[in-house]
């Protein structure tokens, strides 16, 4: 062997490696006006909506599975795949029947039996499906179009759960696929949805392709949320990911891109200065920031020292630490149901109001027993609206004179580390911070954080008879009344008992060239009704 | 020769199983759980758990450990635990923007930073040099993504010659493909560039030193002759060693450069692998880069005997 046999035999081999079967798909160039380029909010990185629950998962799946029912931007439940349900005089039997001719993207029928196995998948997953499945007699196909669902006791909520927009939704799949155990993941993605998934062009972290379906009927109604007519008005939808937020920004001015879900706030000034690019909010459901307590160690074993730190806390501060100085973007939440839906409710909400009273809190800090120990408050620092709130907590702590044990960390050991039930010195902790989706806190039914069940609880492990007693009390409502007087009660429960401390509500923007038209706002983005010009 | 680079390919053999051991070690002990991120927000403690069992991470370490390493040795690297696709096939999609990176980068660095270093050599002390010192230091002080974000502002919003973000493969054009990496290539080069600007530099002026390029000069040959010829060849050993270990470099600045450029190579691959404790991606993408680090050491033992025929093995 010679080097010139060496050097000759390195460049055919990155030649080879270059030009051949290492090529990826192409990912920002061939743009026409009938591909919309989108960036979401987070990485598509599986494709099960009932595995894995995450948002971005659910956003994805709403293209490509439908649903029996669909939630409107009014919060009501409105048909979709269903043509008519009817129910027993003693409200226990629910028989629905499917509209004529839905097909799934292999172009098969959907039946009856691809419905029974999809909610029973469903309802072994979703808190309201468990709730359901709890009271079922039986789940089973009448014939190909009709089935029927047999409860013990009525279940006042059933449309809604079939309906909303809460992660998992109660999508359909084929039978096939549906049979899989919910606690594994599926690798077939046929569903009956608007748009069919280009598993060949996934790249899990980069890039994710939806087509049209030619076969998809859509209603007639006007497209509202996850309701009505679903009119696909582009050939193909691809989701680009990009996990830095500049790049994606520059690629939205460039026109590389067409619509971006989640602009950071600190770059939307920009992005409103560009002439071709729209800015508007996305979601008018919002967040809501949050940090919890752990009801199983001293200090916050004790109401008082959660009343004292809820007392002495600023959400002006919070919002600002999130949003910026946009007031337009933030309000104060005191309560904690979603601002400006039908349940909202301030009721208990006093203790959030007003000139904040240090002196007060921590006389309230001496009256629980508090001497000095340390409080182990974990922030996550790679998500902004953790971080954020972790600084502002940390001084609030501080200013009560209590010693914070900081815990600067990442999402992942947050997401690991809360679980844990040891004392904080020991592997657990005390606080930590997250928020919730607006969407997720319009009623008690997909809303975990709020319960406080104890044992069974969401992590803080929070213990509330009250909180719990109003939650059935919303759940067994006959009427919108009942349903509002029952999560007044709950609202002050859980602000007695401090399930959680709200550190505000917030908005964020999304952001569209303006040769895209046809953007819903709502808690996720819909791409029915979206066109596109050169 | 060939005996030696077998003996070499052989000997990386219990260098992997050493990695093997030490990635999945620490990933056992490091906090964070796939099950929690799978499961989403909402999810309650008892689903978490369930799908921990489902994935198996419930198991003791050295049953998973021991499964993990049968598998590999039948050439399996595993599965995904979110996407629910192979390892080898997520790493085979990534693998050519990340190699089409470092070529380019590669390419780049030696085409500009040889010659630098060598002009600031034969100019030792001048106006030059301390210019091309000068652009070193730059290089080696600014960090990739500050690079990154000025080229991208300048050369795509301002001048519009080039996208911001992207890849598209070979087969697709040359131009095409080129364009895409021309501003991430210079942005991960700038350190690499300065570091083999300035041994360049270093080497030349030891080797202008020498007896044997006096006699050069007294021969009457030309400035460039001398130069290329001569004294580069005999300063090419520590360049080569340079050039090779900035290879680890190069995989450590892809996976910032990837990600301001929004490149699906194996740099982002690793950094979302990592963020959502996907165990087996991470598991084989180190793995990979172990191999790689080794084979490229083993390259540049290989380069030395073209370099300077003296060297044998």
New interface residues.
Partial sequence: ?D?RT??KG?AGA?GL???G?????????GASARTLRFVPQA?L??F?PI?????VVRNAAALVWDTLYGIDSSLQPQRQMVESEETSDDGKTWTFKLRPGLKFHDGEPVLSKDVVASLSRWAA?D?MGLMIKALQQELTAVDDRTFKWVLKQPFPKMLYALAKN??PCAFIMPERIAQT?P???I?DYVGSGPMKFAKGEW?????AVFEKFADYVPRQEKASWLAGGKQILIDRVEW?????A???A??L??G?VDWWESPIADLVPVLKKNKNISVDIGDPLGNIGSFRMNFLYPPFNDVRARRAVLMAMSQEDYMRAIIGDDNSLWKPLPGYFTPDTPLYSEMGGEILKGKRNLDAAKKLLAESGYSGQPVTCLVAQ?QPITKAQGDVTADLLKQLGMNVDFVA?????V???R?AKTPPGQGGWNMFH?W?AGA?CINPA?Y??IRANGD?A??GWPTSPNTEKEVSSWFEAKNLDEEKAAIGRLNKAALDDVVYAPTGFFLSYTAWRKNVSGIAKGPLPFFWGVSKTA | MLSYILRRIVATLPVMAIVALFVFSLLYIAPGDPAVVIAGDQASPEDVERIRQGLGLDRPFLIQFGSWVWRILHGDLGTSIFTNLPVSAMIGQRLGPTLSLMTVTLLLTIVVAVPLGVVAAWKAGSFIDRAIMAFAVFGFSLPVFVVGYVLAYIFALELEWLPVQGYTPLTEGFWPWLQNLILPAIALGCVYIALVARITRATMLEVLQQDYIRTARAKGLGQGGILFIHALKNAAVPIVTVIGIGIALLIGGAVVTESVFAIPGLGRLTIDAILRRDYPVIQGIVLLFSFVYVLVNLMIDVTYTLVDPRIRY
């Fill in positions: 062997m080097r060496v050097l390195l990155g490696a270059l030009s079967g290492l090529s990826a798909p192409a990912i920002a160039q990485n990185a599986n099960d595995w894995g629950t995450q948002y997953r808190p809460n992660s155990d606690f594994k993941q690798g790249v899990p972290g980069a890039k680009i990911v990009m996990p830095d500049a790049t994606a520059a690629a001015q460039n590389e790679d960390t990442d999402w992942g050991t997401g690991s580390r679980a997250t919730h997720d997909p975990t954080a069974k969401w992590f």
